[in-house]
């Protein structure tokens, strides 16, 4: 069964940066769109980013767009989120998933399409 990990998150300033990453064991993983979602107290899963299997396409929320990148290394089976210029309403706690279809390309990105999930790495930024 695939497994998800997550890492990098924590508290930073409002402006600040952080990096956060996933480490799948999965034997697909190099053929499987990922993402990354998030969630915050009171308020339901919400898209982030996607990437398709080979690296493209990315998909966005309209509220990272132009802060954040999704990345992944196919070598590894990780999949990053770097996150620039960081604002307080982006505090939430940071999933990532894996879309099982092969060859995906996570256009699809409700949070539904992705079956494997992690348990998630806390983003915490103060003003």
């Known amino acids: 069964q695939e497994q998800l990990v997550e890492s990098g998150g924590g508290l930073v300033q409002a402006g600040g940066s952080l990096r956060l990453s996933c480490a799948a064991s999965g034997r697909s993983f190099s053929r499987n769109a990922m993402g990354w979602f998030r969630q915050s107290p009171g308020k339901e899963r919400e898209f982030v980013a996607t990437i398709g299997w080979s690296g493209a396409p990315t998909n966005y929320a309209d509220s990272v767009k132009g802060r954040f990148t999704i990345s992944r290394d196919n070598t590894k089976n990780t999949v990053d989120l770097q996150m620039n210029s960081l604002k307080p309403e982006d505090t939430a706690v940071y999933y990532c998933?894996?879309?099982?279809?092969?060859?995906?390309?996570?256009?699809?990105?409700?949070?539904?399409?992705?079956?494997?999930w992690g348990q998630g790495t806390q983003v915490t930024v103060s003003s």
């Open positions: 998933a894996s879309d099982h279809a092969l060859f995906s390309t996570g256009n699809n990105y409700r949070p539904e399409a992705f079956e494997s």
